[in-house]
């Protein structure tokens, strides 16, 4: 199978299959996946495009759902607004939960937010975050050591502490 599109939901097709990706997996433009069936789908499309659980592909053999993989993540709970504010800070990608906030599982974060007070508990779990300003699943910004590997650019000029 080829795909050559993403759909949005609500989708108007029912999904013929899944595919199971990780946040970093989920940034592609032209890869080789596995779906949950086994099949072969080359996804192709137009430029690096951020998928969001729910999304789909859309192949020629009609649409494959994409589904948020488990994955290490941090649970942080404390003082919220504070914390997210210091996760924002590192243009971090950050799920935010009524309870809790959620962040890939980072060593260097961990420490600067127990360092706030707050109560940080590992978890293997799909990482769905924020998308921000710049639309599903994208956290623009730049790198701060945060382990995704992914360089970010922004033209604005900021202090970090």
């Known amino acids: 199978m080829k795909a050559t599109a993403v759909l949005h939901p609500p989708l108007a097709a029912r999904p013929i299959d899944r595919v199971e990706l990780d946040y970093d997996a989920r940034f592609l433009r032209r890869k080789l996946l596995r779906t949950r069936s086994g099949a072969d789908l080359l996804v192709d499309l137009p430029k690096v495009t951020a998928l969001a659980h729910g999304d789909a592909l859309l192949s020629d053999s009609g649409p494959v759902e994409v589904v948020a993989a488990a994955e ?4 942080v709970t404390g003082d919220l607004p504070r914390l997210a504010w210091h996760i924002g800070n590192r243009h971090t990608p950050c799920q935010i939960e009524p309870f809790h906030l959620v962040i890939r599982a980072d060593h260097v974060l961990r420490a600067m937010l127990q360092g706030l007070g707050a109560t940080v508990t590992e978890a293997l779990r799909p990482f769905t975050p924020e998308g ?4 599903p699943a994208q956290v623009m910004g730049h790198s701060h050591g945060d382990g995704h590997g992914h360089q970010h650019a922004h033209g604005h000029p900021h202090p970090h502490g």
């Open 132 to 135: 921000g300003a710049y639309g």
């Open 72 to 75: 290490p993540v941090l649970i």
